[in-house]
């Protein structure tokens, strides 16, 4: 099956010297949600733009739904839905006559009764008659994704669609996210609650200085960067960690109370069963321990300030 989205080379570079686009391929399949993360200016809404046509790129070839995005504009676009960041839209008109308007823009017929759905599926239904000067901000932001949904778009982007707004609207818009993938839709989301990718998210990529250096599988993404920590709480404060303890790189924590130790989950050896027993051999006492994963977060934390180089981990093999 043919990728519903695909990005071959795609750069883009400005008349200044800026670089905001370097070499992107990616390929993202029908029904699938794609979160696209990195630090502000790392290039993820220049990417969103140039896949929507917003943003001319320097080189590259991009397919959306089968259409060249720039050969086939209006048929490439009729197929992207778009929630931006910023709220560009009629203040001094209903919420009713802006989401109809956009349906029509984008060729598709009238059809009061899916606009009536995609209203009350983010709670605007009771708003559909007041303008949209007259709404708060997390209302605002529900409009600027029922415009993205009303043509019925196979392919929907997300740019930080949840920043700033109100639980219920993440709530709610979140529900609606997983009804248009079980549906077929395809979407790419940017996001700043890396919990929101974690939890929502088939892949994952993130984009750094321009470059994406890495996209993968969500679960996979975990299992091959994330490490795992023990801590344990023992029964009398250190003052420092032992010099028989200096070759597991441990951590004194709670003003000597813990002793925390990470360690590569896909590593050979973990470390964890020599430790436990060479603390037993040095008479250091611990009543209970604890454990914890990485999450997304950490691991992307770790990739966008690790060396290009660098960010594939390899294990290193620890004593048992």
């Known amino acids: 099956m043919s990728p519903v989205l695909s990005i071959r080379g795609l ?5 200044g010297g800026l670089v905001a686009l370097k070499d992107i391929n ?13 630090p502000n200016g790392a290039g993820k809404t220049t990417m969103i733009n140039a896949v929507c046509g917003i943003v001319t790129p320097t080189s590259g070839d991009i397919t959306a739904a089968g259409f060249d995005v720039r050969k086939d504009y209006r048929e490439a676009r009729s197929r992207i839905g778009l929630v931006p960041q910023e709220m560009h839209i009629d203040i001094f008109e209903t919420v009713w006559a802006v989401t109809s308007y956009s349906r029509g823009l984008f060729g598709m017929p009238p059809n009061d009764a899916h606009v009536e759905k995609v209203l009350k599926d983010l709670s605007l239904w009771d708003k559909r008659k007041t303008k949209l000067m007259e709404l708060s901000g997390g209302m605002k932001r529900r ?13 929907l982007f997300l740019d930080e669609p949840t920043a700033g707004v109100d639980v219920e609207l993440r709530r709610d818009m979140w529900g609606l996210v997983r009804q248009l993938r079980d549906k077929g839709c395809t979407i790419i989301l940017t996001t700043h609650y890396i919990e929101e990718a974690e939890e929502m998210a088939d892949r994952v990529g993130v984009i750094s200085k321009g470059e994406l250096i890495v996209v993968e599988e969500k679960k996979a993404l975990m299992r091959k960067l994330g490490k795992k920590t023990v801590t344990f709480n023992v029964n009398e404060p250190l003052t420092a960690i032992p010099d028989g303890l200096k070759e597991w790189q441990l951590t004194l924590k709670d ?48 990739l966008v300030h690790t060396p290009k180089a660098e960010a594939q981990p390899k294990a290193t093999a620890q004593k048992v």
């Open 26 to 38: 990616l390929e993202i399949e029908k029904g699938e949600i794609f979160a696209l993360l990195g």
């Open 143 to 155: 409009v600027l994704i029922a415009k993205a949904l009303v043509h019925e778009p196979e392919i």
């Open 11 to 15: 750069n883009k570079s400005y008349k």
């Open 255 to 302: 003003s000597g109370h813990a002793l925390e130790y990470t360690f590569d989950t896909q590593a050979e050896r973990t470390g964890v069963t020599s430790l436990i027993r060479k603390m037993g051999d040095l008479g250091i006492q611990f009543r209970d321990l604890d454990t914890k994963s990485s999450s997304l977060e950490d691991i992307f934390v770790s």
